[in-house]
């Protein structure tokens, strides 16, 4: 299954991450309660499209964030540009989410497709990086 070969993958290839799998709005609930010192990356329910006894396709989003400084000027009323350590946040996550990508393609049986990165900015008020959705593709096993 895609997602249990993305946990897995993720594990090693960012050390001393917190996964997060499932919607959204739960994930963010229960961050609020664990503690997270290096990259937290969430991947939201995964959906298919395929041709029966064909070939499938999975839609993928997984969210790479790393908390930013608490005092950013993010936060400060009057004061909304984006700090500028919120966008070394978002290049470097920017940067690992596609070098992760490269190497899971290198190590699975997925081959890759396109690809769109979003930043995030202040996640939680406190959490920036990039929202990563590709689509995978491979030959469904019987």
């Not at 249990?4 to 090693?12: C, F, G, K, N, P």
């Not at 999975?58 to 909304?80: H, R, T």
């Not at 049986?109 to 900015?121: K, V």
């Not at 202040?122 to 096993?141: A, E």
Request: contains cysteine; hydrophobic residues 40%; aromatic residues 12%.
């Amino acid at each position: 299954m895609i997602v249990d070969d993305i946990r897995e993958h993720l594990s090693t290839y960012v050390k001393g991450s917190v996964f997060s799998y499932g919607r959204p709005f739960d994930t963010a609930l229960a961050a609020a309660n664990i503690e997270v010192d290096k990259w937290f990356i969430h991947l939201d329910p995964v959906s298919y499209d395929g041709i029966a006894n064909d070939s499938e396709k999975c839609k993928v989003a997984i969210g790479f964030l790393l908390q930013d400084k608490p005092d950013s000027a993010f936060d400060k009323d009057e004061n909304l540009d984006i700090d500028s350590s919120i966008e070394a946040i978002q290049q470097e996550a920017k940067v690992l989410s596609l070098n992760w990508l490269n190497d899971f393609l290198d190590n699975y049986t997925f081959s890759g497709s396109t690809y769109t990165i979003t930043p995030a900015t202040r996640i939680k008020n406190v959490m920036s990086g990039v929202l990563l959705n590709v689509t995978f593709s491979y030959k469904p096993t019987c």
